[in-house]
């Protein structure tokens, strides 16, 4: 009994959503922030006011209108996504459309009832085979020299190209209007997407548009993690080896090789200088944390405790320390620890932790809890952020079904997570809201799982 009961956490800490593979293994109320936690998106700091108008088509050819619609639309849900703004209602814009600075009176969009701050602007047009736009950023109240950004862009002429033009024009908004900070419009999540019998390795954009396939190896690959320079994708996939770390070359769009040995390998992570990755392996026997290059060689075990170690993340800030799930205390709990093993912290007091993701600045964790799990018990797994130095925590998710893998945007301000409302694997589809549980909404529909968002 024993036994069965530790291959079952060990499963659910592995892969959390893997039923189909668990056939032989067979076998809420809400609860309040601690007093004095505050994450970076519950600050009280007052958001910046910013008007958004639709960009002036300035050339006749008839791609424009669609391209210049494209833009238009994925421009403002990426300042509205941001979670620094609060976005001008369209309807309360100045109906004179500016595409230049000389075109803009910007008292009337400072004045009531647009009430302005800032105003974001421009002119789009097609040009043979090429999209022209410029854009512009203005403070509405420094009318002497409002302007803040003026940027052009000259792209070949397609839907795509229009998208990753806002969603450049945006990220050096937020840049200029955040106090340096990127944004996170051109980056990519990754993801387990069930297909048929198999699971494969996809990839989106932050809003969850241009979803593709990375991987077709026709067996169930798991736990995607992107390296920091974006050039390198680790997951775990099954083959005749059992369960094994696997690397795929996003530059060479083709598997290369990464050092296979016994045992179950999963939940790989990357350091933040791109040089080694942590994972856990069960070659000695129990499954516990290693770290090797990012070739999978110079493997070094780091923690030697009698019970499954799994799901480790490195501090992405100083690199200097592992967040990760173990069990050497019976249920699964969250533990921090130099990369040499030592300075090991128990995070939480109970319940059932799994699935660590490591903010950016190395200050919270966020990770997937039932914090009252047992027989009877009325709770269930939600997504929870908890501050290192205080272990103080709030919890973001409630009464929404099944919680897991969330993992951090790399500005900081938002959280992808897995959710299946009914709790049933083949249900999990893919979330995002920003930091403090606010502002959530679907970016996937059912049968997508273990999110993974890119360094930058």
């Given at each position: 009994?024993?036994?069965?009961?530790?291959?079952?956490?060990?499963?659910?800490?592995?892969?959390?959503?893997?039923?189909?593979?668990?056939?032989?293994?067979?076998?809420?109320?809400?609860?309040?922030?601690?007093?004095?936690?505050?994450?970076?998106t519950s600050s009280g700091v007052s958001n910046i006011r910013i008007a958004v108008a639709d960009f002036k088509p300035?050339?006749?050819?008839?791609?424009?209108?669609?391209?210049?619609?494209?833009?238009?639309?994925?421009?403002?849900?990426?300042?509205?996504?941001?979670?620094?703004?609060?976005?001008?209602?369209?309807?309360?814009?100045?109906?004179?459309?500016?595409?230049?600075?000389?075109?803009?009176?910007?008292?009337?969009?400072?004045?009531?009832?647009?009430?302005?701050?800032?105003?974001?602007?421009?002119?789009?047009?097609?040009?043979?085979?090429?999209?022209?736009?410029?854009?512009?950023?203005?403070?509405?109240?420094?009318l002497q020299y409002p302007q803040v950004l003026a940027k052009q862009y000259n792209e070949d002429a397609s839907d795509?190209?229009?998208?990753?033009?806002?969603?450049?024009?945006?990220?050096?908004?937020?840049?200029?209007?955040?106090?340096?900070?990127?944004?996170?419009?051109?980056?990519?999540?990754?993801?387990?997407?069930?297909?048929?019998?198999?699971?494969?390795?996809?990839?989106?954009?932050?809003?969850?548009?241009?979803?593709?396939?990375?991987?077709?190896?026709?067996?169930?690959?798991?736990?995607?993690?992107?390296?920091?320079?974006?050039?390198?994708?680790?997951?775990?996939?099954?083959?005749?080896?059992?369960?094994?770390?696997?690397?795929?070359?996003?530059?060479?769009?083709?598997?290369?090789?990464?050092?296979?040995?016994?045992?179950?390998?999963?939940?790989?992570?990357?350091?933040?200088?791109?040089?080694?990755?942590?994972?856990?392996?069960?070659?000695?026997?129990?499954?516990?944390?290693?770290?090797?290059?990012?070739?999978?060689?110079?493997?070094?075990?780091?923690?030697?405790?009698?019970?499954?170690?799994?799901?480790?993340?490195?501090?992405?800030?100083?690199?200097?320390?592992?967040?990760?799930?173990?069990?050497?205390t019976n249920l699964p709990q969250l533990y921090v620890m130099d990369i040499d093993g030592s300075n090991v912290q128990?995070?939480?007091?109970?319940?059932?932790?799994?699935?660590?993701?490591?903010?950016?600045?190395?200050?919270?964790?966020?990770?997937?809890?039932?914090?009252?799990?047992?027989?009877?018990?009325?709770?269930?797994?939600?997504?929870?952020?908890?501050?290192?130095?205080?272990?103080?925590?709030?919890?973001?998710?409630?009464?929404?079904?099944?919680?897991?893998?969330?993992?951090?945007?790399?500005?900081?301000?938002?959280?992808?997570?897995?959710?299946?409302?009914?709790?049933?694997?083949?249900?999990?589809?893919?979330?995002?809201?920003?930091?403090?549980?606010?502002?959530?909404?679907?970016?996937?529909?059912?049968?997508?799982?273990?999110?993974?968002?890119?360094?930058?």
């Amino acid at each position: 009994m024993l036994r069965q009961k530790r291959t079952n956490f060990l499963w659910r800490a592995y892969i959390g959503c893997l039923e189909t593979l668990l056939l032989l293994l067979a076998g809420a109320s809400a609860l309040h922030a601690q007093e004095g936690f505050k994450t970076e998106t519950s600050s009280g700091v007052s958001n910046i006011r910013i008007a958004v108008a639709d960009f002036k088509p300035t050339s006749a050819d008839p791609q424009t209108t669609a391209f210049k619609h494209t833009f238009d639309t994925t421009l403002f849900a990426d300042l509205s996504n941001a979670g620094i703004f609060d976005i001008v209602s369209k309807s309360l814009l100045p109906q004179a459309i500016p595409g230049a600075p000389a075109e803009i009176k910007i008292q009337q969009w400072a004045d009531a009832p647009t009430s302005a701050a800032m105003v974001a602007f421009g002119n789009f047009s097609v040009q043979g085979s090429k999209i022209i736009c410029n854009g512009f950023l203005f403070d509405a109240k420094n009318l002497q020299y409002p302007q803040v950004l003026a940027k052009q862009y000259n792209e070949d002429a397609s839907d795509d190209s229009a998208r990753q033009i806002a969603h450049r024009f945006a990220d050096e908004i937020i840049f200029r209007l955040s106090g340096g900070s990127q944004g996170i419009a051109e980056s990519k999540i990754f993801y387990v997407k069930l297909t048929g019998a198999n699971k494969e390795i996809w990839q989106m954009d932050y809003d969850g548009a241009n979803q593709h396939a990375i991987t077709h190896l026709g067996t169930v690959s798991i736990s995607p993690r992107i390296s920091p320079d974006n050039s390198r994708l680790a997951f775990s996939s099954l083959g005749h080896d059992g369960f094994q770390i696997r690397m795929y070359s996003l530059v060479l769009n083709r598997m290369v090789n990464f050092a296979s040995v016994g045992g179950t390998n999963l939940s790989p992570a990357w350091s933040p200088n791109g040089k080694d990755i942590a994972y856990s392996s069960s070659r000695s026997g129990d499954p516990e944390i290693w770290i090797s290059d990012a070739n999978g060689t110079l493997p070094r075990r780091i923690t030697s405790f009698r019970g499954p170690d799994v799901s480790p993340v490195f501090n992405p800030r100083t690199g200097s320390q592992i967040a990760w799930i173990s069990g050497r205390t019976n249920l699964p709990q969250l533990y921090v620890m130099d990369i040499d093993g030592s300075n090991v912290q128990r995070m939480t007091d109970g319940g059932y932790a799994t699935s660590p993701s490591w903010s950016p600045n190395g200050q919270f964790l966020t990770f997937a809890w039932d914090r009252k799990y047992g027989p009877g018990a009325p709770g269930g797994q939600d997504i929870y952020v908890m501050e290192i130095a205080t272990k103080r925590w709030i919890q973001l998710t409630h009464d929404g079904g099944r919680c897991d893998f969330p993992s951090w945007s790399p500005d900081g301000r938002h959280i992808v997570y897995a959710n299946s409302p009914d709790g049933k694997a083949a249900h999990m589809k893919i979330m995002t809201m920003l930091a403090d549980g606010t502002q959530k909404h679907e970016l996937t529909g059912a049968g997508a799982d273990m999110p993974n968002w890119s360094w930058k």
